[in-house]
């Protein structure tokens, strides 16, 4: 049986979270501009871990299907802010559909609009899959991912297809992101202590009695689903202004199993561990990604076959699944230790 999840307000349970990830921003997104794109980076994917962390986190429901609304959320957002004559000229063979080019609107108006949309997607497609529970609704979530991708991918009149829609303005300043996350924190947060959270943990704890006292499971799952889709749909719109292109590639499946690994990892049982987890991954993926280049990390040179951080990732999501299925954290969430609280 899994444990965690919070049942009250409290100030350090919500606020050392967000200090945490303020400072780190701080001190490791001014350290080097390459630094700083891989902390701006790491914040998208925390708001995909987050949005997972809504869903996954509290219904114990695992879905692979959340990358379709990261990839929605990338594609409005891209389309809605790149320069009209990219989409006029640079599209033309491609056949894009002319009446998504002359639509433009500024970055932010953008991120919520790409928000929204996911969510409605995800309230549509949930009405459908929240009525199947365990293997059936893993591989329903990955079909639907497998959908949205090859929708996206072959269809030309929608988008770039197969290539890059280039020229999309990106946020240079990485503290709007950082109030992005830390907005997404309060929110969900927010919805972990409320009814609708803690009727949801219930369901995850035990699926049959919950009928019995009322709870109506398929009500309380999509009201999360749609919520996690406005979640990864801002994921994607966020990722692709730091990204500064939109590629429907990226956010298949690779993108998919490294956010899962960093809820995993972390705990996907708390908002403590989903931010723990996306430090931990980030950080030893970018170690890795230094010795597959052959870099130098600290003056020394550790080089590894290119391909081999995937694969310890995923070894790592493996070890965690049976070994520590709770996760770093073990479903706990942020708390001073007692001791310095003397």
Known sequence: ?????????????????????????FFV???????????QFTLCYFMMVLALQVFVGNSGVLSFGHGSFALIGSYISGMLTAPINIKGHAL???QLWQA?????????????????????????????????SGLSAGIATF????????????????????????????????????????????????????????????????????????????????????LSGFLAGLSGGMYVHVAGTFQVQDYYLEFTFLTLSM????????LWGALLGTIVISAIGQL??????????????????????????AVAFVAMLLWRSSGIVNGKEFAIPAFWRK
């Open 263 to 270: 809820l995993i990892v972390g705990g996907s049982a708390s």
């Open 92 to 94: 033309a063979m491609n």
């Open 29 to 39: 997104g001014r350290t080097s501009a390459s630094l700083q794109l891989i902390t």
């Open 100 to 132: 998504l080019v002359p639509l433009h609107t500024n970055i932010y108006l953008a991120l919520l609009i790409s928000a929204i949309v996911s969510a409605l997607f995800a309230a549509l497609t949930g009405s459908l899959l929240m009525r199947l």
């Open 143 to 226: 079909a639907l991912l497998g959908v949205t991708y090859n929708v996206f991918f072959n269809n030309k009149r929608i988008g770039p297809g197969s290539q890059a829609l280039p020229a999309v303005p990106t946020i240079s300043n990485t503290y709007i992101l950082l109030l992005l996350a830390v907005l997404a924190i309060i929110i969900v947060y927010l919805f972990n202590i409320s009814h609708t959270g803690r009727t949801l943990r219930a369901t995850r704890e035990d699926a049959m009695a919950a009928p019995a006292l009322g709870i109506n499971i398929y009500k309380v799952r999509l009201i999360a689903f749609t």
């Open 288 to 313: 890795l990604l230094m010795m597959e280049q052959d870099l130098p990390i600290f003056g020394i040179h550790v080089h590894i076959p290119l391909g081999s951080r995937a694969v310890i990732i």
């Open 1 to 25: 049986m899994r444990h965690g999840g919070v049942t009250k307000f409290s100030f350090q349970n919500l606020f050392g979270p967000i200090i945490i990830i303020s400072a780190l921003t």
